[in-house]
T-cell receptor, first 114, second 115 residues
Framework: EAGVTQSPTHLIKTRGQQATLRCSPISGHTSVYWYQQALGLGLQFLLWYDEGEERNRGNFPPRFSGRQFPNYSSELNVNALELEDSALYLC?????????????FGSGTQLSVL | KNQVEQSPQSLIILEGKNCTLQCNYTVSPFSNLRWYKQDTGRGPVSLTIMTFSENTKSNGRYTATLDADTKQSSLHITASQLSDSASYICVVSQNYGGSQGNLIFGKGTKLSVKP
């Protein structure tokens, strides 16, 4: 069974540009979550999508946005990049969101903003 | 404030030795507590999930404990191997309708196992 896949693995942008990160969940999973892992910090929740809808978002500005496609894959878009957006962006998937459902993570996209 | 604190921040042990990692949390209301292992450059992998009523859970050489009264958890690794070198992350889920967006992550303990 293929795991959660993310692309690209590395992305280098300059300040003010836009970045698009992609995620394919495990087959059969309908929920996709995005997290930011900045150096030295714990994972911070960004966005949760389920069945094509945004269900919840974390405490991030509106320039962080995304969408989920009919095949449950997802995109994370970051507009007007700032230096502090440099981080590892992790995508995770699960079956329909339940309290004790196990999350499966991808290997992440390392975004560097210069 | 909902927080998850882990200690130590980093740890070096010799191959074959045991070690225990600590997690204290102030997350409320509590739903469950998870331990993840994150290898360098990879995403976290789930080791255990414990609910309020569970105080011990094992996964091979990994044993997690939970004391919901004192809001403390530990992860014990037995007979460490070089492949155990990784960051171990404690995660607490808030009891708000089950959304996994309410996961609070600790900063992790970086474990290095030396030969």
């Amino acid at each position: 069974e293929a795991g959660v896949t993310q692309s690209p693995t590395h992305l280098i942008k300059t300040r003010g540009q836009q970045a698009t990160l992609r995620c394919s969940p495990i087959s059969g999973h309908t929920s996709v979550y995005w997290y930011q892992q900045a150096l030295g910090l714990g994972l911070q929740f960004l966005l949760w999508y389920d069945e094509g809808e945004e269900r919840n978002r974390g405490n991030f500005p509106p320039r962080f946005s995304g969408r989920q496609f009919p095949n449950y894959s997802s995109e994370l878009n970051v507009n007007a990049l700032e230096l502090e957006d440099s981080a590892l962006y992790l995508c995770a998937s699960s079956h329909r969101d339940t309290r004790n459902e196990k999350l499966f993570f991808g290997s992440g996209t390392q975004l560097s903003v210069l | 404030k909902n927080q998850v604190e882990q200690s130590p921040q980093s740890l070096i042990i010799l191959e074959g030795k045991n070690c225990t990692l600590q997690c204290n949390y102030t997350v409320s209301p509590f739903s469950n507590l998870r331990w993840y292992k994150q290898d360098t450059g990879r995403g976290p992998v789930s080791l255990t999930i414990m609910t309020f009523s569970e105080n011990t859970k094992s996964n091979g050489r990994y044993t997690a404990t939970l004391d919901a009264d004192t809001k403390q958890s530990s992860l014990h690794i037995t007979a460490s191997q070089l492949s155990d070198s990784a960051s171990y992350i404690c995660v607490v889920s808030q009891n708000y309708g089950g959304s996994q967006g309410n996961l609070i992550f600790g900063k992790g303990t970086k474990l290095s196992v030396k030969p």
